[in-house]
């Protein structure tokens, strides 16, 4: 298994844009469902919740909070996966978290998760 970086986060007011990096590295099939999840402040790892994945076949899914609003992507060539943020509104204030591949068991039970990069977002 390899591991992932995140960075980019920071602090926007609402209405901003932030664009979030992930890059992976180690034995990590660039062609394999990678995806963004967030979890908000005094939530539990439980509750971390998937907002963007590029699945294996190339189609990208959004849950219906951020459709519209966020955009996933990503290089091949660069290891790295991309999560363009814009619209921000307080309520996306998390610390968010790549993963690659995208877990095939609950959040809880990943063991893969970087370090995270904080988005916070002002009314």
């Known amino acids: 298994q390899g591991q992932v970086m995140e960075s980019g986060g920071g602090s926007v007011k609402a209405g901003g844009s932030l664009t979030l990096s992930c890059v992976w590295s180690?034995?990590?099939?660039?062609?394999?469902?990678m995806g963004w999840f967030r979890q908000a402040p005094q939530a539990q790892l439980k509750e971390r919740e998937g907002?963007?994945?590029?699945?294996?076949?190339?189609?990208?899914v959004y849950p219906d909070s951020v459709k519209g609003r966020f955009t996933v992507s990503k290089d091949v060539a660069l290891n790295t996966l991309y999560l363009q943020m814009n619209s921000l509104k307080p309520e996306d204030t998390a610390m968010y978290y790549c993963a690659a591949p995208c877990p095939s068991v609950p959040v809880s039970e990943y063991n893969y998760w970087g370090q995270g990069t904080q988005v916070t977002v002002s009314s």
């Open positions: 907002v963007a994945f590029i699945q294996s076949d190339g189609m990208l």
């Open positions: 180690g034995n990590i099939d660039s062609k394999a469902c």
